[in-house]
């Protein structure tokens, strides 16, 4: 089992900058973790993911913007993010993949297992 929980989220306005943090605990191994995000109405979007290896992948609604990272040695996930704009504006969740092991290209919400409790993140114009 994996337990995820995030912080850092609240209100900004546009063009501003907010940081959130994801403490993972539990069989961590090297699973992809991933960003997901979710608007009222919309599917759940993966914004950014990283492969247990570090290896990084974004949505191109964020690139430039965001900022994926990991410390597998503190159990922690980051998302840097911004230049933040009113459509970024969403419930943003942290995930862990299936694969104990994994250094592919995961982007599909169906590929994690694990998720946090989500933090909300409101952008103002």
């Known amino acids: 089992q994996v337990h995820l929980v995030e912080s850092g989220g609240g209100s900004v306005q546009a063009g501003g900058s907010l940081s959130l943090s994801c403490a993972v605990s539990?069989?961590?191994?090297?699973?992809?973790m991933g960003w997901f995000r979710q608007s009222p109405g919309e599917e759940r979007e993966a914004v950014a993911t990283?492969?247990?290896?570090?290896?990084?992948t974004y949505a191109d609604s964020v690139k430039g913007r965001f900022a994926i990272s990991r410390d597998n040695a503190k159990n922690l996930l980051y998302l840097q993010m911004n230049s933040l704009k009113p459509e970024d504006t969403a419930m943003y969740y942290c995930?862990?993949?299936?694969?104990?092991?994994?250094?592919?290209?995961?982007?599909?919400?169906?590929?994690?297992?694990?998720w946090g409790q989500g933090t909300q993140v409101t952008v103002s114009s």
């Open positions: 539990g069989r961590t191994y090297r699973r992809c």
């Open positions: 995930a862990a993949g299936k694969i104990l092991y994994c250094n592919g290209d995961y982007r599909n919400a169906a590929d994690y297992s694990y």
């Open positions: 990283i492969t247990g290896y570090g290896v990084e």
